[in-house]
């Protein structure tokens, strides 16, 4: 029973270049969320979808951060341009339904340089 | 803004023992829920309980609700060295019901 994928695992880039991160909800789930998870701030909602629609971006930093979910089956949260800031653990969880528990993926650890 | 706070912000204790971890929050909830991470993995959900619950049991898992407190507690009974991860309360608080808000955490050490 195949969970949450994200990739890539880890990424390390130069500040000022474009970052994709990708995630595949488990089939089914109709909720996609990313955060973001740093020491200093903790895990933080970036931004969540229903039925493929973005419903709260109040999380997402800046206009430099934008996410989309062109299907059921895929979402991007792209990052342009990077900045050192940016390093952080990104993760992506879905749920089945409204209220319900939230499965995550094992995260994108971004280093900004 | 983190609604839930959980307390203490990190706990050893011996193989065998209890842990217990607490979990305040500021607004009223829909839910509360337990997640627990590993290190270098993503966050797994423990236990979901309603507002209009005040105990529930998973396993070795014991979560108790008190609303009028704003707070809860999760106790594991007899510890493991494979209970050694970090532990979040999340708050689902909002009209849409599917937001949920994390806790700082509580780091857990077990010691075999």
């Known amino acids: 029973d195949a969970g949450v994928i994200q990739s890539p695992r880890h990424e390390v880039t130069e500040m000022g270049q474009e970052v994709t991160l990708r995630c595949k909800p488990i089939s089914g789930h109709n909720s996609l969320f990313w955060y973001r998870q740093t020491m200093m701030r903790g895990l933080e909602l970036l931004i969540y979808?229903?039925?493929?629609?973005?419903?709260?971006d109040s999380g997402m930093p800046e206009d430099r951060f934008s996410a989309k979910m062109p299907n059921a089956s895929f979402s991007t949260l792209k990052i342009q341009p990077s900045e050192p800031r940016d390093s952080a653990v990104y993760f992506c969880a879905s749920s089945l339904a409204h209220g319900q528990p939230q499965h995550f993926g094992d995260g994108t650890r971004l280093s900004i340089l | 803004s983190q609604q839930g706070e959980e307390d203490p912000q990190a706990l050893s204790i011996q193989e065998g023992e209890n842990a217990t971890m607490n979990c305040s929050y500021k607004t009223s909830i829909n839910n509360l829920q337990w997640y627990r991470q590993n290190s270098g993995r993503g966050l797994v959900h423990l236990i979901l309980i309603r507002s209009n619950e005040r105990e529930k049991h998973s396993g070795r898992l014991r979560v108790t609700l008190d609303t009028s407190k704003k707070s809860s507690s999760l106790l594991i009974t007899a510890s493991r060295a494979a209970d050694t991860a970090s532990y979040f309360c999340?708050?689902?608080?909002?009209?849409?019901?599917?937001?949920?808000?994390f806790g700082g955490g509580t780091r857990v050490l077990v010691k075999p």
């Open positions: 979808f229903n039925n493929n629609v973005p419903i709260d």
């Open positions: 999340a708050t689902d608080e909002g009209a849409a019901g599917n937001k949920l808000t």
